[in-house]
Nanobody, 123 residues
Framework: QVQLVESGGGLVQAGGSLRLSCAAS????????MGWFRQAPGKDREFVAG????????YYRDSVKGRFTISRDNAKNTVYLQMNSLKPEDTAVYYC????????????????WGQGTQVTVSS
């Protein structure tokens, strides 16, 4: 089992920045890939970014490339999502997710989810 707790969401103006954090407990953190997903009102949950067990490989959805950066600190059992140049269309509940395997491709089918944190970007 893996428990995930997100923090760092909030209200920000367009063009601003936020950093989300996700603290993990349970299984050995460095044994699995991690990722972030988001769900806007009335829309399906979508993949945002993923990082491999070591942090050496990352993957992003096209709309956030160059603006968002995912990283992890295995010593702190924490994954981060640095979000810059935020746009109103980034408004959503952001969910941390843990994969069942170490590769970044494993995050496409997560095994565990956090409770979510709200990000609101005003225009």
């Amino acid at each position: 089992q893996v428990q995930l707790v997100e923090s760092g969401g909030g209200l920000v103006q367009a063009g601003g920045s936020l950093r989300l954090s996700c603290a993990a407990s349970g299984r050995t953190f460095s044994s699995y890939a991690m990722g972030w997903f988001r769900q806007a009102p009335g829309k399906d949950r979508e993949f945002v970014a993923g990082v491999s067990w070591s942090g050496g490989n990352t993957y992003y959805r096209d709309s956030v490339k160059g603006r968002f950066t995912i990283s992890r600190d295995n010593a702190k059992n924490t994954v981060y999502l640095q979000m810059n140049s935020l746009k109103p269309e980034d408004t959503a509940v952001y969910y941390c997710a843990a994969a069942l395997g170490p590769s970044v491709v494993h995050i496409t089918t997560p095994g565990y989810w956090g409770q979510g944190t709200q990000v609101t970007v005003s225009s």
